[in-house]
């Protein structure tokens, strides 16, 4: 799977904010850490606001915080608001006419999908954050 770009942000972001524990952070400081536009920037963290996961605080000491519960809310929640993430298509030459080779790949490609989706809802935007710790800890 490829994620686009604003899905990469929102991710991106979302980490970051969560990761500040309640601390406030400028599009600017997360635009200029991860080195992206921050016009392209400012369209992802309006998404994420809208949908519940940030709070935006306008004026001279604005900024954007992480609103969410991180022991809640998964990679696929934020995934889920920037592409759409399905399985279809694969499941289509499955039932078609075409050949066994057709019908046995796409079995295959359904199943991956379905595992891929499945983790990206097991894992929680805290369980990133713990990985994250680890990382730091051991480097």
């Given at each position: 799977?490829?994620l ?30 991860f080195?992206?536009?921050?016009n ?6 309006r ?7 940030l ?9 954007y ?5 991180a022991?809640?809310?998964t ?21 078609s ?12 490609l ?28 051991n480097a």
């Amino acid at each position: 799977m490829k994620l686009q770009q604003s899905t990469l942000l929102g991710l991106y972001a979302v980490l970051e904010l969560a990761k500040a524990e309640g601390g406030q952070l400028s599009a600017a400081g997360i635009a200029d850490k991860f080195d992206v536009s921050i016009n392209h920037l400012a369209k992802v963290l309006r998404i994420l606001v809208r949908a519940g996961h940030l709070q935006a605080a306008r004026g001279a000491g604005g900024g954007y915080r992480y609103s969410g519960n991180a022991k809640r809310t998964t990679l696929m929640d934020i995934i889920e608001l920037f592409e759409p993430v399905s399985i279809e298509g694969f499941e289509d030459r499955e039932q078609s006419h075409g050949t066994d080779v057709e019908a046995g790949l796409a079995v295959a490609l359904v199943e991956i999908s379905e595992m891929m989706q499945a983790t990206l809802q097991s894992i929680t935007l805290r369980t990133m954050l713990k990985t994250m710790e680890r990382r730091d800890g051991n480097a």
